[in-house]
C-alpha cells in the first residue's frame, strides 16, 4: 500500500502545482481572504471525489466521448471567459476598494473542475490507472486514494493563499492590478483553448 501512497503523492503533486485556472483564481481570491486556496480545494473536491468513485465502478468511457469533451469545453471555456473578463472589470476595485469576484472561491473550485474537459480526460486516462491499482484494496482503498489526492490539493492551494494574503501589504496597489491584469488574461487564454480544442474534436 505505502509504494501506492508514495506513487499518488507524486503523481498528485506535479498537477496541482502546474500552472492553471484553478492556481489564478486561487491567486485573486486570496487578496480578500487567506482561506480561499482551502474553500477552492473544497469545491475541487465535490467534483473530484465522486467522479473518481464513478471511474472507480467503471464509468471512465463516458468522460472519453468527444461529444461529452465537445460540450464540457465550450461551457467550461465559456465560463472560465467569464471569470476572466469579470476579474479584468473588478480589478480596481478589488485592489483600491477592498471589494469581491462576484463568486465565491468554493463555487469557483466546483466550475474549474466540473467543466474542466482535461481534468475530466485525465481522470478517464492517467488517472483511471492510478485507480485501478487500488482495485485490490477495496474501498478502503479508494477511500485512501481520495484522501490522499485531496490533502496535495488543500496543502497546495491553502499555502498559496495563506502565503499571497500575508504578503500583499508588501506590493503595492498598481502591481497587484497589474497581477490581476495579467490573471485575467491568463484565465481567458484558457478559456479560449478550451473552446477551440473542442471545436476541432468536430
Known sequence: MWPLITLTLGISLSGVIAPGPMLAVTLAKSCKSPWAGTLMSLGH??????????????????????AVQLVLAI??????????????????KIVREGQ?????????????????????????????????????????GLLILIAV????????LTFISQTVHR???????RFQEWLF??????????????VVSGIRMI
Open 100 to 140: 469581491d469576484l462576484p463568486y465565491s472561491a468554493f463555487v469557483a473550485g466546483i466550475t474549474m473542475s466540473a467543466l474542466n474537459p482535461f481534468f475530466l480526460l485525465w481522470w478517464a486516462t492517467v488517472g483511471s490507472l492510478l485507480v485501478m491499482k487500488f482495485l485490490d484494496f477495496g474501498v478502503r
Open 45 to 66: 473536491a465535490v467534483v473530484e471525489a465522486p467522479l473518481i468513485i464513478l471511474i472507480y465502478f467503471g464509468f471512465a468511457r463516458f468522460f472519453e466521448n468527444h
Open 149 to 156: 489526492h485531496w490533502a496535495c490539493d488543500l496543502f497546495w
Open 181 to 194: 491584469i495579467v490573471m485575467a488574461f491568463f484565465l481567458a487564454g484558457f478559456g479560449v483553448y478550451y
Open 75 to 92: 461551457l467550461g471555456g465559456g465560463m472560465i471567459l467569464w471569470m476572466g473578463a469579470s476579474m479584468f472589470r473588478n480589478r480596481l
Open 167 to 173: 504578503t500583499r501589504r508588501f506590493v503595492s496597489p
